[in-house]
Every structure is written in structure tokens, then in C-alpha cells.
């Protein structure tokens, strides 16, 4: 039975990028689609759109995403939204000097945020079953001129994830710094990379899941040696904690 509610990512590319269109994700619940942000090769599929979120309302993509949205009938807001089974709440984000925001979506099937840019982690995000985050930057911060904000790298939006229980992490917003680590293999330590139209979902148990199977939330590359480095015991440890999370088999990971 196709899920009620699926989550679509159009483009996960920053700003400019060489690779990948504009972030942007069209999220489809029942007969309601929402599209958020995109662009120029990220828009939505043909067809009628309940409303065109975005989260910055001042971004350098601004006037083609009013000509886009104009082109359903819509114009791009940062507003709630309900759509009856899915609540949509637009949230503050810290990211630059004028306000910006992000979304926190809450339905029976579980709870799913878009966050594509933020210079520290949203809060509000705590708990979610599935996260499309942040990653403009790989090892260290983007800092906007006179300390107004910025990007938050991706080692740190997976620290943080991880503190603030996110079940699935989504980099959705892939900078150019992040590309030659992408090239080399490198993957980060909590979360994925997003991948351009590929659908999302949660399953009735609130599990992230893809077209292909429940995600594996296995910790990867350093972290799995660090903890082998510890033994046995610490192995066990995060063998539960991922079965808490509904994400693998009560047993320790084949990575040990």
C-alpha cells in the first residue's frame, strides 16, 4: 500500500551549484502536495500545489520562485499550513540577519523537518523521525561577513542531530565545499547525503524509510573504529540504542 505521506527531494544543491539543482522538496500527503523551496530545475511536477513554502523569502532565488509559484496560482510564503492529517509549522531558524525559517511537519505517521540552511541547530527539530538538513559546508563553518550568521558544517549538524535524537539525517542543501569530500568517499558520521529525486517516508511505526528499504542508521568510517577501539561493551551499547531507534536488528552491527 503506497504511504500517505511521502517526501520527495527535487534538488539538493546550495546555492550555485555545479552539480545539483537548488534544495527543494515536494512533500505529497493523500491528495495535498506542498513544495518547498527549489528553483530553476528543481520545481515541482506538473499538477496542483495546496501552497509553495519557502524559508527565506529574501534568498538570491526569490524572483524565480515567484515566477514559478505564479505560474500554479501561488506566491512563496513563510506561513503554516494544515492540510488536515499534516500539520506544518514554520519555525525561526538562525542563518542570517533577517529573519529565516524552517518547518516542522507533524502527522500520525511521525514527525519530519526542513531545515536546509542554519548557522546552529534548530531545537525545535528535537525528536524527529526524519531531518533534511544543512550541509553547505564539510569541516568548518561558513561565516557571512560582519558575524551575522552563517552555515553550520556537516560533522557538526550530525553531532548535534545525534544529541537531539533525530532518527533519519538527510543533507539536503550540499555546498561546494562538501564535493571534493563526496568525490574522495568520504561520508559523514551521522546521517546521508540527500539524493535528487529519490522519495522518503515513514513508515507506521514512525522508521524513516526509502524506495529500497528501511535506512540503516548504522554509524560509518571513523565512528565504527573508534568504536571498536573500545571493545565489546561499546559495540552492545550502540547496538541498542539503534534498535531503540527502530532502525536495525537487536544484535550487534555486521560492521563489528
Do not use: K, Q
Not at 22 to 47: I, K, M, S
Not at 102 to 115: D, H, I, K, L, Q
Amino acid at each position: 500500500m503506497t504511504p500517505r505521506l511521502r517526501f520527495r527531494l527535487l534538488g539538493v544543491g546550495a546555492m550555485a551549484s555545479p552539480r545539483f539543482a537548488p534544495a527543494g522538496l515536494l512533500v505529497l500527503c493523500g491528495r495535498h502536495r506542498v513544495a518547498y523551496d527549489g528553483g530553476p530545475g528543481a520545481e515541482p511536477p506538473e499538477g496542483r500545489l495546496d501552497a509553495w513554502l519557502v524559508t527565506d523569502d529574501h534568498a538570491e532565488l526569490r524572483s524565480a520562485l515567484r515566477r514559478l509559484a505564479a505560474e500554479r496560482g501561488l506566491e512563496p510564503s513563510m506561513t503554516d499550513a494544515d492540510l488536515g492529517e499534516l500539520c506544518i509549522r514554520a519555525l525561526p531558524i538562525a542563518h542570517t540577519s533577517h529573519p529565516t525559517c524552517g518547518y516542522r511537519m507533524e502527522g500520525s505517521e511521525g514527525v519530519v523537518v526542513w531545515a536546509p540552511e542554519f548557522w546552529t541547530f534548530p531545537a525545535w527539530a528535537a525528536n524527529a523521525d526524519l531531518m533534511f538538513a544543512e550541509a553547505s559546508a564539510w569541516d568548518r563553518p561558513i561565516r557571512f561577513r560582519g558575524g551575522v550568521g552563517g552555515h553550520a558544517p556537516v560533522g557538526e549538524v550530525g553531532a548535534d542531530a545525534a544529541r537531539n535524537r533525530i532518527g533519519r539525517l538527510v543533507y539536503a542543501h550540499i555546498g561546494r565545499p562538501c564535493l571534493p569530500a563526496m568525490d574522495a568517499g568520504l561520508v559523514p558520521e551521522y546521517g546521508e547525503w540527500g539524493r535528487e529525486g529519490h522519495t522518503y517516508f515513514l513508515s507506521p511505526h514512525g522508521r524513516a524509510c526509502c524506495r529500497g528499504g528501511i535506512f540503516d542508521a548504522r554509524p560509518r568510517a571513523r565512528l565504527s573504529a573508534r568504536l571498536r577501539s573500545r571493545g565489546p561493551t561499546a559495540l552492545a551499547d550502540v547496538s541498542m540504542w539503534l534498535c531503540r531507534r527502530g532502525a536495525v536488528p537487536a544484535r550487534l552491527p555486521s560492521w563489528a
